[in-house]
């Protein structure tokens, strides 16, 4: 989000970060959340963002034929337990070489979304592994706050 104006930051504020960096020809993307102050709710969205987001890779890692449909799935029911709905129409997207591959046909099977059922772990037209980007975005039930967590899902990376 683009803010129209300057934001104050208050001594309760949620606060997230996405940064999309770029390396060489490579991009990627990575998003925290901060949380200043002491509102218990808040505090435990930051610690059901991050626990959200491991289980997420883990179920990930341990699914050889994981689909987007699967794995977004999996994370709007462990959203929804934990009491949030998720802000966003997808988990995640696909990442590589900038800019973004385009996109032909279907834009779907770039996304963890329930419109993608192909496998997660395929390779490109050039027989390079695709590398996703974890999203997991949660709101409140009563959309009074939110944040969210994103990362590279590769077996090292923890957050």
């Keep these: 989000m683009n803010p129209d104006s300057d934001l104050t930051l208050q001594d ?7 940064f999309g960096p770029v390396v060489g ?15 218990v709710e808040h505090h435990q969205l930051l610690s059901d963002l991050i626990r959200i987001w491991e289980e997420g890779k883990a ?12 794995l977004f799935s999996f994370i709007k029911e462990l959203a929804e ?9 997808h988990s995640g997207h696909l990442i590589g070489q900038f800019p973004h591959e385009r996109v032909i046909g279907d834009e779907s099977i770039h996304y963890i979304c329930p ?3 192909l ?18 975005h949660l709101v409140s039930q009563d959309k ?16």
């Design 12 to 18: 309760d504020s949620v606060i997230y970060i996405d």
């Design 25 to 39: 020809d490579m991009e990627a993307d990575i998003g925290r959340t901060y949380v200043l102050g002491n509102r």
């Design 59 to 70: 179920f990930y890692e341990s699914q050889a034929d994981i689909t987007g449909q699967g």
């Design 81 to 89: 337990k934990s009491g949030y709905t998720l802000a966003d129409w």
């Design 115 to 117: 419109e993608n059922p």
């Design 119 to 136: 496998p997660l772990k395929r390779h490109g037209s050039n027989g390079e592994n695709y590398v996703w980007i974890l999203e997991v």
């Design 144 to 159: 009074q706050f939110g944040g969210f967590v994103e990362d590279l899902l590769l077996p090292e990376i923890s957050i």
